[in-house]
């Protein structure tokens, strides 16, 4: 997923995945485990977490949400 910056010009921004501190995680955040994702968005988690290119691609993790893995992840 992407998404467009406003502006002079669209720019086309990535969805990447950054690991996060337990403690920044808010109660209104949307915490997922790692085996409550699909096939499809779990391949893209670990790609995007073990690779060099933290960019994710999949319609189900939005901007914001965390997933709980080895550590806490978060969308942006």
């Given at each position: 997923?992407?998404?467009?910056?406003?502006?002079?010009?669209?720019?086309?921004?990535?969805?990447?995945?950054?690991?996060?501190?337990?403690?920044?995680?808010?109660?209104?955040?949307?915490?997922?485990?790692?085996?409550?994702?699909?096939?499809?968005?779990?391949?893209?988690?670990?790609?995007?977490?073990?690779?060099?290119?933290?960019?994710?691609?999949?319609?189900?993790?939005?901007?914001?949400?965390?997933?709980?893995?080895?550590?806490?992840?978060?969308v942006v």
């Amino acid at each position: 997923m992407s998404r467009s910056v406003g502006g002079a010009g669209a720019v086309d921004v990535a969805t990447v995945v950054v690991e996060c501190e337990a403690a920044d995680v808010e109660a209104t955040d949307r915490v997922r485990d790692f085996d409550q994702l699909s096939p499809a968005a779990r391949r893209a988690f670990l790609d995007a977490v073990t690779g060099s290119d933290r960019t994710v691609n999949v319609a189900e993790l939005d901007p914001g949400d965390v997933i709980r893995f080895t550590a806490y992840y978060r969308v942006v």
